[in-house]
């Protein structure tokens, strides 16, 4: 896969020690790129960035730091850059707008206003969200000319951080021959998320205790997908930009409508994935808003690339209950892992 465009580059990750970024940064090792990670320290114990021991260096700097982030890309200088960094959970948003908004806009400025004094430099990709759109919670999926929105601190965030990347695209990239493209990927799950208030974490955690699995919304719809499918779109877009930089856009990233299911049923699959008599209960309480239904149209990305998923939501379920079981079992989990990325690379 990508035909070895990334092989002796340099390639800056931002939120390299997160669940994405983690499997991003071990794949681009086993693609032979020169990396370097920018993100803080790892948040949960245990967590993915610690038992993998990924390539490349690391620089321990919060993307508000915008003096510390620019000396890193001035030293660095990078060709392709993948922005991850963020506060990622709507719930916890609620309880910090104001670091939310700061670290997923602020951060986003930060970041591209010092690539933009970075010559070598060609491609970059923002990670957003497909929570980005202003959601009606309509039957039909989000296409990239939707409206933005967002009605909690995160949505909102993730809206103006396509906002903010567009501009910079328009201002100063396109004329400079930098393709910048912004991914709004869907549910992602896999092994190594340790994160609260997420789906297959709060199973694990549940099982591994011999304890009923506690889902809180069991009806809300999401476009469930396994790690590797918007990672894998996230370096063919990469790539794209840096052969041709008018690729430079924006990509929904998700599965079909068919992996478009409830929590409840994505609990469901991990049940009969996991065995050992592993159950769930339905323990709504309510809670802050978070939307019921939401669902992307990513004919765009099928269209400009030919990028499809490779596992549909069972597989994909199936293989990050394995990868749990593996780290229960006290199994070399950066071997286990390298091994999953093999295994998706040749479908």
Not at 292 to 299: E, P, T
Request: hydrophobic share 35%.
């Amino acid at each position: 896969m990508f035909n070895d465009i990334y092989r002796g580059k340099r390639v800056l990750v931002t939120g390299h020690s997160g669940f994405k970024g983690s499997w991003l940064t071990m794949w681009l090792g086993r693609l032979g790129a020169e990396l370097c990670g920018v993100s803080l320290p790892p948040e949960t114990e245990p967590n993915h960035f610690r038992l993998l021991n990924p390539p490349g260096r690391s620089e321990w700097c919060d993307i508000r730091d915008a003096e510390k982030l620019g000396s890193v890309l001035r030293e660095f200088r990078p060709e392709i850059i993948f922005h991850l960094a963020a506060q990622p959970l709507v719930r916890l948003s609620y309880r910090k707008p104001v670091d939310t908004l700061a670290v997923n806009v602020g951060g986003t400025v930060n970041l591209l206003e010092a690539a933009r004094n970075v010559p070598e430099l060609r491609a970059v990709v923002v990670v957003t969200s497909d929570k980005c759109y202003r959601n009606s919670e309509k039957a039909e999926g989000y296409r990239e000319n939707d409206p933005l929105g967002g009605y909690d601190p995160y949505s909102a965030s993730k809206g103006c951080q396509e906002l903010v990347a567009a501009s910079y695209r328009d201002s100063f990239l396109r004329a400079a021959g930098v393709g910048l493209a912004t991914a709004r990927a869907g549910n992602v799950i896999g092994g190594g998320d340790f994160a609260p208030d997420r789906i297959i974490p709060d199973c694990v955690r549940a099982v591994a205790k011999g304890e009923k699995i506690a889902v809180r919304n069991p009806h809300s719809t999401r476009p469930y997908q396994h790690v590797l499918e918007p990672l894998g779109a996230y370096l063919m877009i990469a790539q794209a930009q840096y052969e041709n930089p008018a690729c430079a856009g924006s990509y929904n990233v998700g599965p079909g409508d068919e992996d478009c299911i409830t929590t409840g049923q994505l609990a469901d699959l991990f049940c009969n994935s996991w065995g050992e008599e592993a159950a769930w209960e339905n323990l709504y309480q309510g809670g802050p808003h978070e939307a019921n239904f939401l669902k992307l149209d990513c004919s765009k990305i099928r269209t400009a690339f030919g990028w499809k998923p490779h596992w549909q939501v069972a597989q994909a379920v199936k293989e990050t209950a394995v990868w749990y079981q593996a780290w229960l079992e006290g199994k070399d989990m950066e071997a286990f892992t390298d091994e999953q990325i093999r295994k998706y690379c040749t479908l």
